[in-house]
């Protein structure tokens, strides 16, 4: 059943993607406000935590199991593509390159830079970076940007269902609204596993002899960070200076990125129905 909620999500999120699409947390945020979580101890977080995060969870794992024969299974598959077409999003992100690469086709080198404003953390790049160094950070936002809205996810969807899935992004608002160590440690142990696992998926679709060494590497490091993981098998091996660097091939390599990701997904999705067909999952 996981494969077949997992596919009619995907399909369903490809038709009905939106541009600027911004999932709605308010409602979840009203819930936290009236808890000072930054002044709370750790056994108050923790409470708040269990109520607020794991409580709902639960109940909805609950509330599916409960559901039996024909028509609880119908609604049981319709109740999980629902609730995870809501995790994964509707943002169109692909679309947000548009004015990216028009500013770029152009040589405005400046423009490009606040059109990739939108999807990149740039808080901490100085708007005098040069082209290269514009480049590899959009496409490090483009593996991160699939990461964080749709493996990381998919994972926890497989291993534990649409709670699993749920859990995964009520600890993230819940860590937004916290900043709590503890929080912090427990989304890197949550992105551990499927990080690692897209990271071989990147060596397996894409460059496999100079990748895999270095996504193997990885796989029983428990300190380096999901970013340093994707960044690293990707890229490590691009020696580029901005001499060398052809501006005119970027948009084509922004494409290539963007397609190796999709290759991925594919690549998890085949393995999903593989495990449902031979091993019942």
């Known amino acids: 059943m996981k494969f077949i909620v997992l596919l009619f999500t995907v399909l369903l999120?490809?038709?009905?993607?939106?541009?600027?699409?911004q999932r709605n947390n308010g409602w979840y945020l009203r819930l936290l406000k009236p808890f000072e979580l930054?002044?709370?101890s750790i056994k108050g977080q923790l409470a708040v935590y269990f109520g607020l995060v794991v409580l709902p969870c639960a109940v909805?794992?609950?509330v599916l199991?409960?559901?039996?024969?024909v028509i609880g299974s119908v609604v049981s598959i319709v109740i999980q593509v629902l609730l995870f077409l809501y995790i994964l999003g509707r943002d169109d992100f692909s679309s947000r390159f548009k004015d990216y690469k028009n500013c770029w086709g152009r040589q405005d080198y400046q423009a490009a830079y606040h059109c990739a404003q939108q999807f990149l953390s740039v808080q901490e790049h100085a708007q005098s970076q040069t082209p290269l160094q514009l480049?590899?950070?959009v496409q490090e936002a483009i593996v991160s940007a699939w990461f964080k809205r749709f493996f990381v996810f998919a994972f926890w969807f497989l291993v534990a269902g649409v709670s699993g899935a749920l859990w995964c992004l009520l600890t993230y608002w819940f860590y937004t609204q916290?900043?709590?160590l503890w929080v912090k440690s427990l989304l890197h142990a949550l992105a551990w596993a499927p990080v690692r696992l897209l990271a071989v998926s990147i060596a397996l679709a894409g460059d496999f002899v100079h990748s895999f060494s270095t996504a193997s590497r990885f796989m029983l490091?428990?300190?380096s960070a999901s970013q340093t993981v994707l960044h690293e098998t990707m890229f490590k091996h691009d020696e580029r200076t901005d001499e060398?660097?052809?501006?005119?091939?970027?948009?084509?390599?922004l494409e290539e990125s963007n397609q190796l990701m999709q290759r991925c997904a594919v690549i998890w999705l085949l393995v999903v129905a593989c495990l449902t067909v031979f091993a019942g999952f």
């Open 221 to 223: 490091d428990f300190e």
């Open 244 to 253: 060398s660097f052809d501006c005119t091939k970027a948009v084509a390599e």
């Open 38 to 40: 930054n002044e709370m």
């Open 65 to 69: 199991s409960s559901l039996s024969g």
């Open 13 to 21: 999120q490809r038709q009905t993607k939106q541009q600027g699409y």
């Open 60 to 62: 909805i794992t609950l």
């Open 178 to 180: 916290s900043k709590a």
């Open 135 to 137: 480049h590899k950070n």
